[in-house]
């Protein structure tokens, strides 16, 4: 289970933010189609709509630089430990 974290962290880093990006997206679309769908075009909840979309794919995609650069790091010593043993 925790051979190989290094790897697993990255991974993990990729589908937290693929899920992010698609969970602000369709929050976005759907603020967008209730502003529609009330009959008054409500302007504030469309530019809110878009703040979903592009904040919170932007913030998803900015918070997984963390986590994959951590995965990065622990790959990377798990190598140089590796090496040392030698």
Excluded: P, R
């Excluded at 603020?31 to 469309?46: L, P, R």
């Excluded at 703040?51 to 790959?75: H, Q, R, V």
């Amino acid at each position: 289970m925790f051979k190989n974290i290094g790897s697993k962290i990255k991974t993990l880093s990729k589908v937290v933010c693929w899920l992010g990006i698609i969970t602000s997206v369709l929050l976005g679309v759907l603020t967008i189609v209730a502003a529609f769908s009330e009959g008054n075009v409500d302007v504030s909840e469309i530019v809110m709509g878009a703040i979903y979309i592009i904040g919170g794919s932007i913030a998803s995609w900015l918070g997984s630089f963390f986590t994959y650069g951590f995965g990065e790091i622990i790959d990377k010593l798990s190598e140089i430990a590796y090496n040392t043993k030698k």
